[in-house]
């Protein structure tokens, strides 16, 4: 069997003020933005692209956080660190509402337990790597590494 893996990537936005980007989905409520890789884009586009469809905002992505795998379904979340460009938040047809949070608000406000693992984390300055597997129903983290940056 030929494996087949998914590819995310999402990012935890910040303005100038230190505030938090985040959007209110349909399904799992106040998270960062972000989405599926398509085919023939690069990872860079795709958050970008990913964070304009849902929020109506431009970034700049200043660093990489880390990786997951979702083991039951075989998706690899890459998640990233980015700087607000431009534009003004709206929701979309993938996020009914878009505000900025405070991060001790925005620790509060998200719930769904991938978000906030990656929020706590790049919050917390994210200095390494950080590379896990997780299930997710019910959500479980399964091993959890912090890996220097570069070799």
């Known amino acids: 069997m030929v ?3 998914h590819v995310s990537a999402a990012g935890v936005v910040r303005n100038e003020a230190g505030e938090v980007l985040l959007i209110r989905g349909p399904l799992r409520g106040w ?24 929020s109506g905002v431009q970034v700049e992505i200043t660093g990489f956080a880390g990786l997951c795998k979702n083991v039951e379904l075989d998706i ?3 998640e990233f660190c980015c700087r607000y460009l ?26 769904f337990p991938l978000a906030k693992s990656w929020l706590e984390y790049i919050l917390n300055g994210a200095e390494k790597v950080r590379c896990f597997s997780f299930r997710k129903n019910p959500f479980e983290i399964l091993e959890d590494t912090l890996l220097p940056a570069g070799g």
């Open 76 to 78: 690899v979340n890459l």
């Open 3 to 5: 494996p087949i893996h």
């Open 86 to 111: 431009s534009g003004e938040p709206r929701g979309s047809e993938e996020s009914l509402e878009v505000r900025w949070f405070s991060p001790a608000e925005a620790l509060k406000i998200v719930e």
């Open 31 to 54: 998270e960062i933005p972000g989405g599926v890789v398509e085919s023939h884009e690069s990872v860079q586009d795709a958050l970008k692209r990913e964070i304009w469809e849902e």
